[in-house]
């Protein structure tokens, strides 16, 4: 079967950008089938028996896009799997990197300005191609590229306001373990944690950038 006979579900909570994404995969020749959550895609990919899965990792409340690829590839282990989304790396969102399957292609949304790029990765993963050129989570560097998980995870709730006492209460730790943490997290950012700028305000702006909005709550 050639390439453009295959059948692409694609899921994205945004539905100004899944019909544009939408539309040009079916000016490409594919046949397309869109949804903007994990539920709604299950129902579609029983009846529709998806080749292809383009898929946003935010899907909203519920499941994730890496949760569907899982759940769509245990029912068809040749499922072609390409994540598309606005998050350089699954750390920043609480998931692990090694959690994307075996050679689905994951680009950033920004990479879309190239108009023949997500057909390149659709055809890298379908001939179990897919290198470095279509794995973004591995090769984007981001200003909290050096942060730990845990440094990752306190910079989350910092960008959703929590203060120390806060936090400390959600990871079951003392608040000067909040503040150290805070500390190693920021200067791995590169910000300077006695800045007259409050790091704070600076971390969260620069998380919510990088994210979107702050995932998982």
């Known amino acids: 079967m050639g390439i453009f006979d295959r059948r692409v579900l694609v899921v994205d909570d945004d539905q100004l ?3 544009l994404i939408a539309a040009k995969l079916e000016s490409d020749g594919f046949e397309v089938e869109k949804a903007t959550d994990s539920a709604t895609a299950r129902r579609i990919a029983d009846k529709f028996d998806p080749d292809i899965a383009v898929l946003d990792i935010e899907l909203g409340h519920g499941p994730t896009g ?3 690829a899982h759940i769509l590839r245990k029912k ?3 499922i072609v799997l390409v994540f598309l989304t606005h998050i350089p790396e699954p750390r920043l969102v609480g998931l692990e990197n090694k959690a994307i ?3 689905a292609a994951y680009l950033v949304k920004d990479r879309l300005a190239d108009p023949g790029v997500l057909v390149q990765a659709i055809e890298a993963a379908v001939r179990d191609k897919v290198d470095a050129g279509f794995r973004d989570d591995k090769n984007t560097e981001h200003p909290f590229s050096g942060a730990s998980r845990s440094q990752l995870a306190v ?4 960008a959703l306001g929590m203060s120390n006492t806060q936090i400390a209460k959600e990871r079951g730790t003392t ?6 943490l805070v500390k190693r997290a920021l200067e791995n950012a590169g910000i300077d944690p006695e800045s007259e700028a409050n790091p704070r305000v600076i971390a969260a702006r620069e998380y919510i950038k990088l994210t979107g909005m702050p995932f998982g709550r």
């Open 155 to 158: 910079l989350q709730m910092i």
């Open 17 to 19: 950008l899944l019909g």
């Open 101 to 103: 399957p075996k050679n």
């Open 175 to 180: 608040i000067r373990a909040v503040e150290n």
């Open 66 to 68: 890496i949760d569907l």
């Open 76 to 78: 068809n282990t040749e």
